[in-house]
């Protein structure tokens, strides 16, 4: 049956060459051109400053950040970085009134993910007092610690744990924390105190009743297999018993957006933050983890859905757009080393370029994540989607 999300895949898949228009002499000149434009619409004061990284003006931040590590924008990269302060500084400011404690330590809607950038623009740019946000984000642990500290979603990516130890691992994967162990075990273990036994029983009944990355058990699981040096031996195992679950709840390449609901083909989500784009990242640091071939299968077939119905009528953005979704290829590039899968990651950026449509500058939902994707296919060795890697 045909799907209503998606446009019908027009491109003959991959027999030996990459598309003419992928090298870096075409890309680069796109990408500086979409900041200027994205420069041109982002607030840089402090009168909208909500939304985090995921919709916020921190997005671009991040964003500017991660193009100018690109030593191919080496002339760029002191504007870029100084833009960067700009924005993530009034961001900072915004959120250091936050009251809520609770919306301070959410990742991709709240101040965890901001300090989290703040602390890698200003090292970055040689400044010693990226101290000070990484103190604000040190000190948030404790927030998100006891098991329910929010009524709704303390596991999850955007606003509850998953996203404190994701924020955690960027730092670390850039030198900035050795994060506390008994921090990182506290949290750890808060998230594994719910992942029990009822999963196996009614996934209904579980902690996190979505599947997955934006919100669901996939992304849990995919940080906690990234902490596994702090988890004990029973709660490894229920992670692993619990990856395994999940893996066998795919359906046809694909998982529902709820766990124990049945896929509806003409209906079904091919995106990161719902289907196998976002769950395939689980299953990705799980091959990473323990080599067993049945994860890196997963992935792949997520990749063999998303060559089918991965061009999405939503948008370019990374959430639930193009780009999200051809991210998958980047990963598959990085965990196989065929070049089948840049070819398809190309094929999806001639597409991305290819769409008229409003300009929006967020991380998630706007230009900002596409110009990422870009800057990722000028070095597949190294992509990895925005703040959620699994290799480090
Ligand atoms: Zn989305």
Redesign the pocket.
Same mark, same amino acid.
């Given at each position: 049956m045909e799907n209503k999300r998606c446009f019908e895949n027009r491109y003959v898949d991959y027999t030996g060459a990459l598309l003419s228009g992928q090298g870096n002499e075409a890309i680069v000149p796109i990408v500086i051109a979409s900041i200027e434009k994205i420069m041109k619409k982002v607030p840089v004061d402090s009168s909208e400053c909500d939304g985090g990284l995921y919709d916020g003006p921190a997005g671009v931040a991040y964003m500017l950040y991660y193009v100018s590590e690109c030593p191919l924008f080496s002339k760029q990269r002191d504007t870029y970085l100084k833009n960067a302060k700009q924005i993530i500084d009034v961001s900072v400011k915004y959120v250091d009134r936050e009251q809520d404690k609770n919306l301070r330590v959410a990742f991709l809607l709240g101040g965890a993910g901001i300090y989290a950038v703040a602390t890698m623009v200003y090292k970055a740019m040689g400044f010693s007092d990226f101290v000070k946000p990484l103190t604000k984000f040190r000190n948030l642990w404790e927030v998100c610690a006891p098991i329910s500290f929010l009524e709704c979603g303390s596991d999850e990516l955007f606003v509850g744990r998953t996203g404190y130890l994701c924020a955690a691992l960027l730092l670390k994967q850039r030198g900035t924390i050795a994060f506390c162990a008994l921090s990182s075990h506290c949290v750890c273990v808060s998230v594994c105190a719910r992942l029990c036994v009822p999963v196996f029983v009614c996934p209904c009944a579980y902690m996190c009743p979505f599947a997955g990355a934006?919100h669901g058990l996939s992304s849990i699981l995919q940080m906690l297999l990234s902490y596994q040096e702090v988890l004990s031996a029973g709660e490894k195992e229920l992670v692993w018993q619990s990856v395994d679950f999940l893996m066998n709840q795919e359906q046809s390449c694909n998982w529902p957006a709820e766990l124990g609901s049945i896929i509806q083909r003409e209906n079904e989500l091919v #995106?990161w =933050?719902h289907g196998a784009p976002g769950v395939a990242y689980l299953f990705a640091k799980a091959y990473l983890v323990n080599k067993r071939p049945q994860y890196l299968d997963t992935c792949i077939r997520s990749g063999e859905l998303v060559w089918q119905k991965g061009l999405l009528k939503k948008g370019r953005g990374i =959430? #639930?757009g193009v780009a999200g979704s051809a991210y998958v290829f980047l990963l598959l590039y990085r965990l196989t080393g065929n070049s089948k899968y840049i070819y398809r990651a190309g094929c999806s950026f001639i597409d991305v370029l290819h769409r008229t449509c409003v300009l929006m500058y967020p991380l998630f939902e706007g230009l900002s994540g596409t110009v990422c994707f870009l800057v990722d296919l000028l070095h597949p060795d190294k992509s990895e989607f925005p703040l959620f890697s699994v290799f480090v």
């Open positions: 934006a #995106h =933050c =959430c #639930h």
